[in-house]
């Protein structure tokens, strides 16, 4: 059999799909698991979009190729339109955004077109595996940005190595965050474009997560910091805005030579998404309210908080994303953890370890659970916990 290319061998299996075979396993016993695993929207995509689709769908122009130069063109000034009404950032639809097949594929296709042998990432940890993966993927190497909590899980750029940021082509950063729930504010945000220009890096700013929040809380965004546009592109994803993963829709703004960059690797290996979903997309996202799913993860996360407060940890509650971040009982690793949280307690958690070297000692906990309706399962999953400890 042919060789495969050796850049395979430095990706480790990708982490939910070896949750999924654990989860598989746990089913065929017979367990009832309460899974708080992968944070993927229980709740369905709203029906005003599921109408807008079936009616693009039936326009024969939407079955044929989208020739545009950057992605459907309603689809992009409409998300055009909601950046600038959301963070009072003016954006050109022509120049300064892109239709993406989710976010999960421009953080991806970023990495190829910047990252050549031997160039440097600056790569948070603990941090979603698509910033590493990618940036070995295409040849490069990674110096870590450790988040920490007494740093409020935001990197210490005073503590990167001057000779990695002379190196680095890429920063990522991911806000409201995921793993951990962290959320970054403008001042924050300043420091991190001040350094970027400083050592001439693009700042990548994945937002997936910038429209799940909670308590009045709106997360800003990068390119709010005056003169942003030199050095950022930031990503935004249809995915948890309107319970759409499924869909695989999202979009990049900012900086122009980046979003062309992109759009030029992009062109050569993608044919953009299905108008019809780039025009679902374009309806919902100035037309759709999707606040009920937000009040029900609120209430998830109100339960799944206060119960584990009641259990002896100190948690704040996040203020933004699908997640609960919990450090384990001392004497466990996270990975032990987790597995007895799914042996004794038939609750899923993904040990924070999956995430990165400083996710070791949290296990991370999701706010999407099938089958709740009103956090009876969150609270059945924090009564096994309690069970599971012994008190």
Same mark, same amino acid.
């Given at each position: 059999?042919?060789?495969?290319?050796?850049?395979?061998?430095?990706?480790?299996?990708?982490?939910?799909?070896?949750?999924?075979?654990?989860?598989?396993?746990?089913?065929?016993?017979?367990?009832?698991?309460?899974?708080?695993?992968?944070?993927?929207?229980?709740?369905?995509?709203?029906?005003?979009?599921?109408?807008?689709?079936?009616?693009?769908?039936?326009?024969?122009?939407?079955?044929?190729?989208?020739?545009?130069?950057?992605?459907?063109?309603?689809?992009?000034? +409409?998300?055009?339109?909601?950046?600038?009404?959301? @963070?009072?950032?003016?954006? $050109?639809? %022509? *120049?300064?955004? #892109? /239709?993406?097949?989710?976010?999960?594929?421009?953080?991806?296709?970023?990495?190829?077109?910047?990252?050549?042998?031997?160039?440097?990432?600056?790569?948070?940890?603990? +941090?979603?595996?698509?910033?590493?993966?990618?940036? @070995?993927?295409?040849?490069? $190497?990674? %110096? *870590?940005?450790? #988040? /920490?909590?007494?740093?409020?899980?935001?990197?210490?750029?005073?503590?990167?190595?001057?000779?990695?940021?002379?190196?680095?082509?890429?920063?990522?950063?991911?806000?409201?965050?995921?793993?951990?729930?962290?959320?970054?504010?403008?001042?924050?945000?300043?420091?991190?474009?001040?350094?970027?220009?400083?050592?001439?890096?693009?700042?990548?700013?994945?937002?997936?997560?910038?429209?799940?929040?909670?308590?009045?809380?709106?997360?800003?965004?990068?390119?709010?910091?005056?003169?942003?546009?030199?050095?950022?592109?930031?990503?935004?994803?249809?995915?948890?805005?309107?319970?759409?993963?499924?869909?695989?829709?999202?979009?990049?703004?900012?900086?122009?030579?980046?979003?062309?960059?992109?759009?030029?690797?992009?062109?050569?290996?993608?044919?953009?998404?299905?108008?019809?979903?780039?025009?679902?997309?374009?309806?919902?996202?100035?037309?759709?309210?999707?606040?009920?799913?937000?009040?029900?993860?609120?209430?998830?996360?109100?339960?799944?908080?206060?119960?584990?407060?009641?259990?002896?940890?100190?948690?704040?509650?996040?203020?933004?994303?699908?997640?609960?971040?919990?450090?384990?009982?001392?004497?466990?690793?996270?990975?032990?953890?987790?597995?007895?949280?799914?042996?004794?307690?038939?609750?899923?958690?993904?040990?924070?370890?999956?995430?990165?070297?400083?996710?070791?000692?949290?296990?991370?906990?999701?706010?999407?659970?099938?089958?709740?309706?009103?956090?009876?399962?969150?609270?059945?999953?924090?009564?096994?916990?309690?069970?599971?400890?012994?008190?």
């Amino acid at each position: 059999m042919v060789e495969r290319a050796k850049r395979l061998d430095k990706i480790p299996p990708y982490l939910f799909g070896e949750i999924s075979k654990l989860k598989a396993q746990a089913i065929a016993e017979g367990k009832d698991l309460i899974d708080l695993g992968i944070g993927d929207p229980d709740q369905p995509t709203p029906g005003a979009i599921i109408d807008a689709m079936s009616s693009a769908i039936q326009d024969p122009a939407m079955h044929r190729y989208d020739e545009s130069p950057a992605g459907d063109t309603v689809f992009l000034n +409409a998300v055009s339109r909601w950046f600038t009404k959301r @963070f009072g950032v003016p954006i $050109d639809p %022509v *120049t300064e955004s #892109l /239709l993406l097949i989710g976010s999960k594929e421009g953080l991806s296709h970023l990495a190829w077109a910047y990252i050549d042998p031997g160039d440097i990432s600056l790569v948070p940890d603990p +941090a979603y595996t698509v910033y590493k993966v990618n940036t @070995f993927m295409a040849g490069g $190497d990674i %110096v *870590t940005m450790p #988040l /920490l909590e007494k740093n409020g899980f935001l990197p210490d750029l005073s503590a990167i190595p001057t000779d990695a940021a002379k190196k680095a082509k890429l920063m990522w950063l991911n806000y409201p965050n995921n793993p951990t729930g962290a959320v970054a504010d403008l001042k924050f945000y300043t420091e991190a474009v001040a350094f970027c220009k400083q050592y001439d890096i693009l700042l990548v700013n994945d937002a997936a997560y910038s429209e799940v929040a909670f308590d009045g809380f709106q997360p800003p965004s990068a390119l709010q910091v005056p003169r942003a546009k030199d050095v950022v592109i930031e990503l935004h994803s249809f995915s948890k805005m309107f319970n759409m993963t499924g869909w695989r829709i999202g979009m990049a703004f900012g900086n122009a030579d980046a979003i062309g960059t992109l759009n030029k690797l992009k062109s050569n290996i993608d044919s953009k998404q299905f108008a019809a979903v780039a025009r679902a997309a374009a309806y919902a996202v100035e037309h759709v309210d999707n606040q009920s799913a937000l009040d029900l993860i609120k209430v998830r996360r109100d339960i799944l908080v206060d119960g584990l407060n009641s259990l002896g940890w100190n948690l704040e509650k996040p203020k933004a994303t699908f997640y609960v971040w919990l450090p384990v009982p001392e004497g466990f690793t996270s990975a032990e953890f987790s597995k007895k949280l799914l042996q004794e307690a038939s609750v899923i958690a993904i040990p924070g370890n999956g995430y990165g070297e400083y996710g070791e000692g949290y296990v991370r906990m999701s706010l999407t659970v099938m089958g709740d309706k009103n956090g009876e399962r969150v609270a059945e999953a924090v009564s096994r916990i309690a069970k599971m400890l012994g008190k």
